[in-house]
């Protein structure tokens, strides 16, 4: 089961952007990393995946090195509906391959 | 489309007491799951179907959390009986395609609270 380590917070203002890094060392062959983010009072709501290299679509991007051992979600221009927890996964086969770490809480200033 | 549904949205009972939590998936998904939140333990998966059918019920706690899907529209949570440190939000996801790999669309949660 890859873990996956992320920072707890992060702090921006508006207009900046904000990149979160996510570790996932032991990450399997199969695995695909994916990003959710989290309003408070809501259920998740997916961002993006990826495999390898970079991911783009039309609110975020994702870039993962050649090792895969790591990737960073690229958020641009955030703004203050951006203030959310982020969720990085590694997503696999296997038991229980559908952990949501701890999140990062991202908090936008004005 | 009306998205995942859930209800009850908020469920306040008493420890013993058996607690049952519903989940529409959205038309046309293929797969289901079940998860809790707490803030001690973050958001945990308790059980997935495909096709109606349970592919990894892993994550149930315990004896006392059953899950069934008898058909593609409709799936429950059951605890019998419920505990206080059964308290937490449970969310219900679906997502179009079988498998974890896809995108999840997560319903808004029932908030369980067992006192």
């Known amino acids: 089961l890859a873990k996956t380590t992320q920072p707890i917070s992060m702090d921006s203002y508006e207009g900046q952007e904000v990149n979160i890094t996510c570790s996932h060392n032991n990450i399997a062959t199969n695995d695909y990393i994916t990003w959710y983010q989290q309003f408070p009072s809501q259920g998740p709501r997916f961002i993006i995946q990826?495999?390898?290299t970079k991911v783009t679509n039309e609110v975020a991007s994702l870039f993962i090195p050649a090792d895969r051992k790591s990737s960073t979600l690229s958020l641009p221009r955030v703004s203050l509906s951006d203030t959310a927890v982020y969720y990085c996964?590694?997503?696999?086969?296997?038991?229980?391959?559908?952990?949501f770490g701890s999140g990062t809480r991202l908090q936008v200033q004005p | 489309d009306a998205g995942v549904i859930q209800s009850p949205r908020h469920e306040v009972t008493e420890m013993g007491q058996e607690v049952t939590l519903r989940c529409k998936p959205i038309?046309?998904?293929?797969?289901l799951f079940w998860y809790r939140q707490t803030m001690m333990r973050g958001l945990e998966l308790l059980i997935y179907f495909n096709n109606n059918v349970p592919i990894d019920d892993s994550g149930m706690p315990e004896d006392r959390f059953s899950a069934k899907m008898p058909n593609a529209s409709f799936s429950t949570l059951k605890i019998q009986p419920s505990e206080p440190r059964d308290s937490a939000v449970y969310f219900c996801?679906?997502?179009?395609?079988?498998?974890?790999?896809?995108?999840?669309?997560f319903g808004p949660g029932t908030r369980l609270t067992v006192l």
């Open positions: 996801a679906s997502s179009l395609l079988a498998g974890r790999y896809n995108e999840q669309f």
């Open positions: 038309s046309g998904h293929n797969s």
């Open positions: 996964l590694v997503v696999g086969t296997g038991r229980r391959a559908l952990t």
């Open positions: 990826g495999y390898k």
